[in-house]
């Protein structure tokens, strides 16, 4: 196995260690838990387009559709409805408030509990969605689902950054991105069978099959073991030593653990994590915390991943044409996931960044063309040749990649390893819940923004990729290769958060400063 042991640029420090099979082992169990956010977003989509399902919950939208399909209402409108939102976008309200509560028991219990408290709510969110009868069965099931899922993307990864050699901290923590991938494909996949079903009864077992990543993640979270700095927070601390040794394949972590006790000591000083965020060390820390995030759901990814085979129905498709296009966007979305496992420790995160950002940016453009051209403002193209079919999921796929290699994996992976452990969970909990809150917005208004804004959604998208690009070049430094502990030392060489953190924030051996650490 490749050695860990490396200078660090920050503070000249190197932790001996080996990528072990048994953190790799842990950290592939620990990433499932990306499985059930990645179904649910998969699953959505999917069964909104499956007529039986809309014919039973949603029939005014079964009506416009077949409207459109005769050409009678505009094929951008087709999907207008405020509950079928609410279906859709409950879930990610539900995941805001959750992943709050979760900081508290993640910090308390460990991050390993946390994660079956996920699998929990999710496994019964999936049972109520399978087996509903009325609207509100629907939205009861995607809050449950919602509650799991603010768990398990609290925990999940912050369990990776701090169980992976730092060295590989990227490629590990990816592998929380790489499963939520692999589950959208699932469900893509099991949606273009499904809907197959005579009888009409397959969007059952699309919600229901929930159950599968549900269980995966309770069970799996019973056989790992806890994060030693979760391990030293609750005073285990024997336990936590020989857990360091037997994660770094070597006996010498004395460097190590000192810091990781230090660090915890610290961080029992502060009283209060969450108002002791607004100090003004933890400027850039809050910062990344929300704008990240934020930016992230701004992409415009969600869009395209939770109403892929909506959208392309909506842009001419047949049923099956669109449950398949979706597959094959899924099927780049894990693809291009590889690329960044491979290449985020590597290149750099702001390289994967900035990258990305170009990518997206040009592809929204010319998806914008594309449509603007054939459909127009009424949104009634007629008939839609082949050759334009496959220059839109092109350039889709594109775009998906751009997304899977950069904002999509290093949207969790770099704000999970820059909070120091007095605020990590606190920190973390406000990353997990802006996500929510913008997921939520944005699966709350797209259907609406697509009816009025037509091919312009793809424009108003882009130009946010643009600003976000932007703030990535001017205000995120990179974090490639820099122990989890030592990473307030990135903050002081950088040309602006510099003025907010002094030379006594951070010292190298506790991650906080000690005598200033009471709010």
Not at 3 to 23: E, I, W
Request: net charge positive; with cysteine.
């Amino acid at each position: 196995m490749p050695a860990v042991g490396g200078m660090d640029r920050g503070t000249g420090k190197a932790y001996p260690g080996n990528l072990t099979p048994y953190v790799s082992v842990t950290c592939i169990v620990a990433a499932m838990g990306g499985l059930i956010f990645g179904y649910d977003i998969g699953i959505s989509g999917g069964v909104t387009s499956m007529a039986p399902f809309l014919h039973k919950f949603f029939p005014s939208v079964a009506h416009k559709q077949e409207e459109a399909s005769n050409g009678k209402t505009n094929q951008y409108c087709q999907y207008n409805s405020e509950t079928l939102t609410m279906f859709t976008s409950s879930l990610y309200l539900a995941a805001l408030l959750s992943s709050l509560v979760a900081s508290t028991v993640t910090r308390k219990f460990g991050r390993k509990l946390s994660m079956m408290f996920g699998g929990l709510l999710f496994l019964a969110g999936a049972l109520i969605n399978g087996f509903a009868q009325a609207v509100w069965m629907l939205i009861l099931g995607r809050i449950f689902l919602g509650f799991g899922i603010g768990f398990a993307n609290q925990s999940v990864p912050l369990y990776l950054s701090e169980m992976a050699p730092y060295r590989y901290r990227g490629a590990l923590n990816i592998g929380f991105q790489l499963s939520i991938t692999i589950g959208i494909l699932i469900a893509n996949v099991l949606n273009f069978y499904f809907a197959k079903i005579k009888g009409g009864w397959g969007w059952r077992l699309s919600l229901g099959g929930a159950m599968v990543p549900a269980l995966i993640i309770t069970i799996g979270s019973l056989s790992l073991p806890d994060t030693p700095n979760s391990m030293i927070e609750r005073g285990q601390h024997d336990e936590a030593r020989t857990k360091l040794q037997r994660i770094r394949g070597v006996d010498d972590v004395h460097e190590e653990f000192n810091d990781l006790v230090a660090a915890s000591e610290a961080s029992k000083l502060v009283e209060h994590p969450w108002r002791n965020l607004l100090q003004k060390k933890y400027r850039p820390h809050l910062t990344v915390a929300i704008l990240i995030p934020f930016f992230q759901q701004l992409t415009g990814i969600n869009v395209i991943m939770f109403y892929a085979p909506v959208l392309f129905n909506t842009i001419g498709f047949g049923a099956e044409a669109s449950l398949m296009s979706a597959v094959i966007t899924g099927g780049v979305n894990v693809a291009a996931t590889l690329v960044s496992i491979y290449g985020v420790d590597k290149w750099g995160r702001r390289f994967l960044f900035l990258e990305g950002g170009v990518q997206m940016l040009i592809c929204q453009a010319v998806v914008a063309a594309c449509i603007g051209a054939k459909f127009g403002i009424d949104g009634n193209p007629g008939e839609l040749p082949r050759w334009y079919a496959i220059v839109v999921v092109l350039f889709i796929c594109i775009y998906v990649s751009g997304f899977a290699w950069s904002w999509g994996p290093l949207g969790w992976l770099v704000p999970s390893e820059i909070f120091p452990l007095e605020i990590r969970s606190a920190a973390q909990s406000i990353n997990v819940s802006v996500n929510m809150l913008f997921t939520f917005a944005v699966a709350q208004v797209f259907l609406n923004m697509l009816c009025h804004l037509k091919f312009g959604l793809f424009l108003f998208f882009a130009f946010f990729v643009m600003v976000m690009s932007i703030f990535v070049y001017f205000f995120i430094p990179e974090t490639k290769g820099i122990p989890i502990e030592e990473m307030g030392q990135v903050w002081k060489k950088h040309w602006y958060w510099s003025r907010y953190v002094g030379e006594h924030d951070f010292v190298p051996n506790g991650g906080v400063e000690m005598g200033k650490a009471k709010v």
